[in-house]
């Protein structure tokens, strides 16, 4: 899952959180496009930082299942409660959204829905499947939900093959109960292994800093990663969405983000994006090279 903010930070925020608003062509054409045809992607619900630098490479991220998630973690600002019925359609509509905007690489995402007794996976390859004929030349990543770890239904997203699988562990081991309150850190480095054990070409995963979490923990849970056999691992900086939400403890500063990148390529990650503004499909067109 992916969350982001931009106006909520306290008075003084750092310097290197401060971002340019988006310009160039290729933004301003397809941010033409998503208000024309009420296209609907993370990036600007989300408000992501790093919108035009994406658009600009023709990278765009969608939430599928629905704005309303079955989990309530601390961290991200997408509506917990009861989901509503499942869009049948939106496989198509997602499709044709990546077609009009003429996406050469699309992230697919979703919110938990552990109502469903497949927890949304057939829905999510009924998606990938549609933009597969209706896209063929756009490359896909997947960031998937643990699905409860229940094997048949993430053996779904495998054999639908996308050339990147992603699930984010989002914090260290200490912190997993209370930033992600329905989730289970084992559990995620567990989907994460059984996914290359299956065949996944590239695996990736995301982490979250400014929690309370210590370098050693974010040290450690870089190598659980890499033991789980991940390819690609984001590191970057929580932003509070909401008072509602748990409070930014620190910011963490671009030095100690190069700390973390080099500790990564060193542990044999083949990328690692590391930096404040860094999210989950930041840079995610070179992640399938």
């Not at 630098?53 to 973690?73: K, P, Y």
Request: aromatic share 6%.
């Amino acid at each position: 899952m992916e969350t982001f903010l931009e106006n909520t930070l306290p008075i003084g925020k750092p310097k290197w959180l401060k971002v340019k608003l988006p310009i160039g062509q290729k933004y301003t054409e397809l941010r033409g496009l998503v208000d024309k045809y009420s296209l609907n992607t993370i990036c600007t619900s989300g408000s992501c930082p790093n919108m035009g630098e994406c658009w600009g490479e023709g990278t765009a991220t969608f939430m599928i299942l629905g704005n309303v998630c079955t989990r309530s973690c601390g961290f991200c600002g997408v509506k917990t409660g009861r989901p509503e019925t499942v869009d049948w359609d939106e496989p198509e509509k997602v499709a044709r959204s990546i077609k009009i905007m003429n996406i050469k690489h699309a992230v697919i995402t979703s919110v938990d829905r552990d109502d469903l007794k497949d927890g949304g996976s057939i829905i999510w390859i009924e998606t990938i499947k549609a933009i597969r004929r209706m896209n063929p030349n756009t490359t896909l990543e997947t960031l998937i939900p643990d699905f409860q770890g229940i094997e048949r239904n993430i053996d779904r997203i495998v054999e639908a093959n996308p050339e990147v699988v992603s699930h984010n562990v989002e914090t260290v081991r200490r912190l997993t109960r209370e930033v992600r309150i329905q989730a289970k850190y084992d559990r995620s480095l567990e989907v994460l292994r059984y996914l290359k054990e299956k065949g996944v070409n590239r695996t990736k995963s995301g982490i979250m800093l400014g929690l309370g979490e210590k370098q050693d923990e974010v040290f450690q849970t870089m190598r659980d990663l890499r033991n789980a056999n991940v390819d690609i691992v984001t590191i970057g900086q929580y932003l509070q969405p909401s008072k509602k939400h748990l409070p930014v403890k620190e910011f963490i500063t671009p030095d100690q983000f190069a700390i973390y990148e080099k500790f990564g390529l060193e542990l044999g990650f083949r990328h690692v994006e590391s930096g404040p503004l860094v999210r989950s499909s930041y840079k995610a067109q070179k992640h399938i090279l």
